[in-house]
């Protein structure tokens, strides 16, 4: 089973920075494609950024300019990095990815990390 790992996450001020990380772990799998996602408190779960195994990537509109989302195929690990952050950006952070393991695909999902943006 593949098990993915987030991390990176705290409590920044606002217009600072955070790279959040997520590292994907298993037995004999391949990565599709692999996302991250937030969910604020008392709101619905919304998807931030998605990056293929080819390094394209797409964004949610109102975030392309502040966020980045980058993978290290090698590590099987993909990052956030996020800059310029306001207090709206406080969420929980998680990552998920399709993969291939066993001839079955699958979305999986990390746990998340907690991101606090406050002064």
């Known amino acids: 089973q593949v098990q993915l790992v987030e991390s990176g996450g705290g409590l920044v001020q606002p217009g600072g920075s955070l790279r959040l990380s997520c590292a994907a772990s298993?037995?004999?799998?391949?990565?599709?494609?692999m996302a991250w996602h937030r969910q604020a408190p008392g709101k619905q779960r919304e998807l931030v950024a998605t990056?293929?195994?080819?390094?394209?990537?797409n964004y949610a509109d109102s975030l392309k300019v502040r966020f980045t989302i980058s993978r290290d195929n090698a590590k099987n690990t993909v990052y956030l990095q996020m800059s310029s952050l306001k207090t709206e950006d406080t969420a929980v952070y998680y990552c998920?990815?399709?993969?291939?393991?066993?001839?079955?695909?699958?979305?999986?999902w990390g746990r998340g990390t907690q991101v606090a943006v406050s002064s």
């Open positions: 998920s990815a399709r993969v291939i393991q066993e001839l079955r695909c699958t979305d999986v």
């Open positions: 990056v293929t195994s080819g390094g394209s990537s």
């Open positions: 298993g037995r004999m799998f391949s990565i599709v494609s």
